[in-house]
Nanobody
Framework: QVQLVESGGGSVQAGGSLRLSCAAS????????MGWFRQAPGKEREGVAS???????WYADSVKGRFTISKDNAKNTLYLQMNSLKPEDTAMYYCAADRSLIITDVLMFRDRGQGTQVTVSS
């Protein structure tokens, strides 16, 4: 059974940092593309970052230079290091994964976790 479980969310002040984790079960992180998207109340979902199966990474312009996506193959876990957080980063953050080699948009990834809340105060 495929499962993605996020953790690491919380409340921080602007300028602070958080590291989100996504523990995968049911497949290995090396066999899928993985990524993060977020959704704030009243707003549409927004792709944040992704790592394709072949290794390439993608970041939304709004987080470039501040967020870093990475994987620990031994722990079968995906991470999102978030630095210099801004109030506009406040959202529910979701981990997603997909076995496809063709799908690159994290918003189209088939498997998703339940999310972890990130709140950044000014």
């Amino acid at each position: 059974q495929v499962q993605l479980v996020e953790s690491g969310g919380g409340s921080v002040q602007a300028g602070g940092s958080l590291r989100l984790s996504c523990a995968a079960s049911g497949y290995t992180v090396t066999s899928v593309s993985m990524g993060w998207f977020r959704q704030a109340p009243g707003k549409e979902r927004e792709g944040v970052a992704s790592i394709h199966r072949i290794g390439s990474t993608w970041y939304a312009d709004s987080v470039k230079g501040r967020f870093t996506i990475s994987k620990d193959n031994a722990k079968n876990t995906l991470y999102l290091q978030m630095n210099s957080l801004k109030p506009e980063d406040t959202a529910m953050y979701y981990c997603a994964a997909d076995r496809s080699l063709i799908i690159t948009d994290v918003l189209m990834f088939r498997d998703r976790g339940q999310g972890t809340q990130v709140t950044v105060s000014s």
